[in-house]
């Protein structure tokens, strides 16, 4: 650019979008998004955010709980834990999501068998109110008797975004998990856990909860201890 130029003429640098992988067949450009925790003891589901860096988590799981007085079916909707990141830009998605995570469950009684499956949620957030956007189908049936979290799923799905979805710089894209479940025999608890330590460590887990419901030692290494949303971002190329 020649010198002397007045500034207000000069050009401004291009925004150049990055993605951490390009499906060029689709035209579709994938953003993860890690679920994780910046603090809050796990039961209250406190601090849980989405964010595309690895970081340590403050506390390494989020624990959901739930009753059902009928034992014949699963439940709907018991529990749900919201992970949120807010736009800084507006985005247009559209194509297959991608899920994975795993999880572990229990019951507080032995001698009772808790079944419990979960499914996720992709959703917009202005603050007040939830758009669902897409959600998937249910994970398998974790069927346990144990008073620990023994019992490990690990669970991974597609989330179909058929049409362009916009959204606006200044709302949240939103990640729901819920967990379902149900007992063997009324008034006894089940637990549901899921792992989301984006650094996906899965010994001397951290925890911001002394309560023995709410903690786990360690993490089965043969299952992924982060939980990651494939966000399809459409590209034009």
């Not at 059902?68 to 079916?73: I, K």
């Not at 939830?130 to 959600?135: F, G, Y």
Request: proline fraction near 3%.
């Amino acid at each position: 650019m020649a010198e002397g130029m007045p500034k207000v003429f000069r050009k401004s640098p291009e925004v150049v979008s990055t993605y951490d992988f390009l499906d060029v067949i689709s035209g579709t450009g994938y953003t993860i998004l890690f679920l994780g925790r910046t603090g809050g003891a796990p039961a209250n589901a406190t601090g849980c955010i989405l964010s595309n860096h690895e970081f340590y988590a403050a506390s390494q799981t989020a624990v959901s709980t739930g009753f059902n007085e009928t034992p014949s079916a699963i439940a709907t909707g018991n529990a749900s834990v919201n992970f949120d990141v807010l736009l800084q830009k507006p985005l247009v998605i559209q194509g297959k999501a991608i899920f994975q995570c795993s999880f572990a469950t229990k019951i507080s009684n032995a001698a009772i068998t808790a079944k419990v499956k979960m499914k996720v949620h992709l959703k917009k957030w202005d603050g007040s109110t939830a758009t669902t956007i897409a959600t998937s189908a249910f994970s398998d049936e974790s069927s346990t008797t144990s008073v620990i979290y023994t019992d490990y799923k690990f669970f991974t799905a597609n989330l179909d975004i058929a049409a362009a979805t916009l959204i606006k710089r200044g709302e949240y894209v939103r990640v729901t998990v819920d967990f379902y479940g149900y007992n063997s025999a009324g008034g006894h608890q089940w637990y549901g856990i899921i792992a989301c330590d984006p650094e996906a460590r899965t010994t001397s887990i951290i925890q911001t909860d002394t309560a023995a419901d709410n903690v786990i030692a360690n993490w089965n290494a043969s299952y992924p201890s982060d939980a990651q949303m494939m966000l399809p971002i459409r590209v034009d190329i």
